[in-house]
């Protein structure tokens, strides 16, 4: 089955709404990463977050890894926020490599 | 400018032939990886290297095979390509395992098997 879990599959936002994106993990894990990725675009790494929470600008990320899971938090979202987001973590068993999930494809409408 | 860089964007080719994937990072990094994205946007790992040693090599058909010169250049050839294999290609380079957030992707390759 799929290690990560990703909510919601999608999302439509009015322009200044807030957004919360869940991840979950089925398997334990050594860090985890939220990335973020235009239609046709490259990945970019929003963060790198193996614990607790880290803040910047509008996004608050939060990991609990014992409860494997982390949330992303986009406040007053912008049109320029649209876009997909994933996240991915690194194995407790082995590195060199990142699971992702399916991402969460937001939409942010004026 | 430092970054990851790949070649070619976009390839078009059919059932059967051959194609070359190109990457390279100027970041200094000694890892680096290939992912593959399908339709669905899933990425999955494909390979991953360090220091010109493969470390990772998923369930990937034979078809696919990595070539490291240097700890900077990570090709990727497909012998015989099939449809399946229609995706994006994206190439990635870190310091190590993933101990910091200098995970780099490039832009990609994109296949299309026609």
């Known amino acids: 089955g799929q290690q990560v879990q990703q909510s919601p599959t999608s999302l439509v936002l009015q322009e200044g709404e807030n957004a919360e994106l869940q991840c979950n993990f089925s398997t334990s894990l050594n860090s985890m990463q939220w990335f973020y990725q235009r239609p046709g675009g490259s990945l970019i790494s929003v963060f790198y977050?193996?614990?607790g929470t880290k803040q910047s600008g509008r996004l608050t990320s939060t990991t609990v890894i014992k409860e494997r899971r982390s949330s992303l938090h986009i406040s007053s979202s912008q049109i320029t926020d649209s876009g997909t987001y994933l996240c991915a973590m690194e194995p407790g068993n082995m590195g060199y490599k990142l699971t992702f999930g399916t991402g969460t494809s937001l939409l942010v409408d004026p | 400018e430092t970054a990851v860089f790949q070649t070619p964007n976009y390839h078009v080719t059919q059932v059967g032939n051959e194609v070359s994937f190109n990457c390279k990072q100027t970041?200094?990094?000694?890892?680096m990886y290939w992912y593959k994205q399908d339709s669905k946007k899933l990425l999955k790992i494909m390979f991953s290297y360090n220091n010109k040693q493969l470390i990772v090599n998923e369930t990937v058909p034979r078809r696919f095979s990595p070539q490291s010169s240097d700890k900077a250049h990570l090709n990727l050839r497909i012998k015989s390509v099939e449809p399946e294999d229609s995706a994006v290609y994206l190439c990635?380079?870190?310091?190590?395992?993933?101990?910091?957030?200098?995970?780099?992707f490039g832009s990609g390759t994109r296949l299309l098997v026609i």
């Open positions: 977050n193996p614990s």
């Open positions: 990635a380079s870190s310091h190590g395992t993933l101990a910091n957030s200098d995970y780099t």
């Open positions: 970041l200094g990094h000694d890892t």
